[in-house]
């Protein structure tokens, strides 16, 4: 904390850039007093929007690009540097070693639940249903962004080659640019799949409930649900401090499941048999 403080009394443009871990916080206050307090401009990203307005005085959106380059510290309220933020590097931050960064994390464990895995039954039920699969599709809802899984669902699509949806909340987890998105032609799939996997989403209202013309014929689909965050807030928790989603219990269900699936996805999944 000292180091930081220390680094940021000798900055000459200083720069605070909001992320998602921020929003998940619910840090709305905290982050209006660091901002206002300090006078540093801020960039939110594009799951921190509402944080503060864009049309907040200290807001540097409309000048993303000249500010990203000219900052010489860049303090990253719930923010990571990754491929969203260039990773820190590249024409986008000018020049090679002229930043230094501060990472500022919001996200508190409190009473975070027990490991619980899921059975080796319910697991191996899931692959093979997979493995049958003719026109899989994976859903990513905010489960997923919550348990901060960007690591494990990248692997998770792109080692298995099936195609994938984000929900809104889930945006950023992989780039909407990615060769596997199936965005673009979302009524299709939706209504093609056979075996549909919800990694950190659920069948609620906005996907339908499952039924109904965006899922084609009735009776046509397999669901898999993968749940990512077994913690929950518990009742008067203090204002920005929601359980960590990275809590024991997710990594634990996330690594037992990853291991079941890697060894499938390696020898008879959708990417081996292209």
């Known amino acids: 904390m000292a180091r930081a403080l220390e680094v940021l009394k000798g900055a000459k443009r200083p720069l605070i850039i909001l992320g998602k871990g921020a929003a998940y916080a619910q840090a709305d206050e905290a982050v209006r007093e660091l901002v206002e307090k300090s006078g540093i401009p801020f960039l939110p990203m594009s799951m921190a929007k509402g944080l503060l307005p864009d049309t907040h005085p200290q807001s540097a959106g409309a000048a993303r690009s000249m500010v990203l380059k000219d900052a010489d510290v860049v303090v990253l309220v719930g923010a990571r540097l990754n491929w969203l933020l260039s990773h820190g590097k590249g024409k986008t931050w000018g020049e090679p070693g002229s930043k230094t960064f501060i990472q500022i994390d919001l996200v508190k464990v409190v009473d975070a639940a027990p490991a619980q895995l899921p059975s080796p039954d319910s697991v191996a039920r899931a692959l093979e249903v997979l493995k049958g699969a003719k026109r899989p599709l994976i859903i990513l809802g905010k489960g997923a962004a919550y348990a901060q899984a960007d690591e494990a669902v990248r692997e998770l699509v792109e080692k298995s080659g099936i195609p994938f949806l984000p929900m809104s909340m889930a945006k950023g987890l992989l780039p909407d640019t990615h060769p596997q998105s199936a965005g673009a032609a979302r009524s299709m799939v939706l209504k093609d799949a056979d075996v549909v996997v ?17 899922w084609g014929e009735p009776g046509s689909k397999t669901f898999i649900q993968i749940d990512c965050r ?5 009742p008067g928790a203090s204002r920005g401090r929601r359980p960590s989603s990275r809590s024991t219990s997710s990594r634990a269900r996330w690594t037992a499941t990853w291991r079941s699936w890697r060894r499938w996805s390696a020898t008879s999944g959708p990417a081996s048999r292209r």
């Open 198 to 214: 919800l990694v950190g989403a659920r069948l609620n209202w906005l996907l339908s409930h499952g039924k109904g013309k965006t």
């Open 230 to 234: 077994t913690a929950r807030a518990r």
